[in-house]
């Protein structure tokens, strides 16, 4: 039996396109490690074990007669997924993040196991980077593992174990996938409409889940009415990227937070806001008392204190009041704005996401993601996430990570994406800009550092 791709992850491969690849990328700053990179090359190899998915590559099913099904890689080469790279002398921020620029830019191979990890050497004071490519379709879920989560350690004597023997399953020949297809809607007509991970138990659960999907259909339309404004973040994005990175203290959030009022990613986004205000503003960009920007925030649907995330997410439609001059009613705004776009349920969830376009075979499904990929564009002007972490140090093959930063990938007509991560007291901003559109994102950058002390003064 075949192990097929969920429609989820299916529409994934179906919304890439050579310039805008969906792939996710991370950038981990260690600390010079004590063995030298060889050392984490070889953890890199030992901890396959732990993602056997990482192994696998994506057959298509002849006629798009299904999802596609994950299969072994007979070819599989470590050596070409883990690369070797440098940055030449002095080895300073700019020239990292020109690399991983460049390297974020390139779509994966889809011969082959979607995914890539650069090791990086050359940087000021020995200290080297790892930048990882993951394509969201490997990684199922918020609970799975990443393979840059399997290089780190809590303890920097975490032992490295020896390679496992592994052998890669024969290729299901084309025949084969054909006939699974077959039997799967022959034993279970159903499959078409399967709008969840698990299979449809009974006519009652397939309904309710249709009902909600159907729910979520109309708010998406609602919120369609009202295009995203017109902005500098929508203009043609192209195939070239630009990154860039800011930072923060998590104390320093918090401190808002508690005097200011709303959540830790109310702060944020009023940070966000505020930078992005002063960057139209730098620009001579007409900013008046209304001016807007629709931000597409994906938030996490339980509470801050639940160590783990999960996968209950949402994503919400928010208007930056980008117009406000004032940090403090921007942050009261905004937290008035993340309430009620929870409570009105104004969000389109994944679920709703996947029923929208799983009701046909992936030829419809292709179709259904094209549209809804032109639709999104009108309905947001850039992305932001915020993604906590772990509040303790954590090691690569003995080495501690001293920054880590996310790269969220841009959707056609994007400009714009903000990833947010925390990690060991510390905010890491990851920007990924559109080359041709948004090439001065490193003033954006810097400008989100000023907010946030702005907002850290404000708060007295």
């Given amino acids: 039996m075949v192990e097929r791709l969920t429609t989820l992850d299916a529409s994934f491969l179906y919304l890439e396109r050579p310039d805008s690849p969906m792939h996710v990328a991370g950038v981990l700053v260690l600390e010079p490690p004590p063995g030298g990179l060889d050392t984490v090359a070889s953890l890199v190899e030992a901890r396959l074990a732990l993602v056997p998915r990482y192994r696998q590559r994506v057959l298509e099913v002849p006629g798009h007669l299904a999802n596609p099904v994950w299969a072994d890689d007979p070819d599989f080469d470590v050596d070409y997924h883990v690369r070797r790279s440098a940055v030449p002398r002095p080895g300073t921020e700019t020239q990292l993040l020109d690399l991983v620029s460049r390297v974020t830019a390139r779509p994966l191979d889809r011969a082959r196991p979607l995914w890539e990890v650069y090791l990086v050497e050359g940087l000021a004071d020995g200290r080297v980077a790892v930048i990882t490519k993951t394509h969201p379709a490997l990684v199922d879920g918020l609970g799975a593992v990443d393979i840059g989560q399997v290089l780190l350690d809590p303890s920097p004597d975490a032992p490295v174990p020896a390679p496992a023997p592994w052998r890669p399953r024969p290729l299901p020949s084309a025949v084969h996938l054909v006939q699974e297809a077959v039997e799967e809607y022959v034993a279970r007509p159903t499959a078409a409409l399967d709008t969840a991970r698990h299979a449809v138990s009974d006519l009652r659960a397939t309904g309710g889940r249709l009902s909600s999907a159907a729910a979520g259909a109309v708010r998406a339309a609602r919120s369609a009415l009202f295009p995203a404004p017109a902005s500098p973040l929508n203009a043609t994005s192209g195939s070239q990227r ?137 309905m947001f002007n850039l992305v932001v996430t915020n993604v906590p972490g772990p509040q303790l140090p954590l090691y690569a093959a003995g080495s501690r990570m001293l920054e880590v930063f996310p790269v969220v990938p841009l959707a056609p007509g994007q400009g714009l994406s903000i990833g947010i991560t925390s990690y060991d007291g510390r905010l890491f901003f990851g920007l990924n800009a559109a080359r041709d559109s948004v090439g001065d994102v490193d003033v954006l950058a810097d400008l989100i550092e000023q907010e946030t002390g702005v907002l850290v003064e404000t708060a007295g």
């Fill in 242 to 378: 630009r990154v860039a990175v800011a930072r923060a203290d998590l104390d320093d959030v918090k401190r808002i937070r508690k005097a200011l009022g709303g959540t830790v990613n109310d702060v944020l986004l009023t940070v966000v806001t505020g930078a992005v205000r002063d960057w139209l503003l730098s620009r001579g960009q007409a900013v008046t008392g209304s001016t807007s920007v629709r931000a597409l925030v994906p938030v996490s649907l339980q509470g801050e204190e639940e160590a783990a995330p999960g996968s209950r997410v949402s994503s919400f439609l928010v208007d930056l009041p980008v117009g406000e001059p004032n940090p403090r009613v921007r942050l009261a705004r905004l937290s008035y704005a993340m309430r009620g776009v929870s409570q009105h349920g104004r969000s389109v969830g994944a679920d709703t996401l996947i029923a929208l376009t799983g009701f046909a075979p992936p030829t419809l499904h292709a179709l259904g993601a094209r549209a809804a990929r032109g639709l999104s564009r009108r």
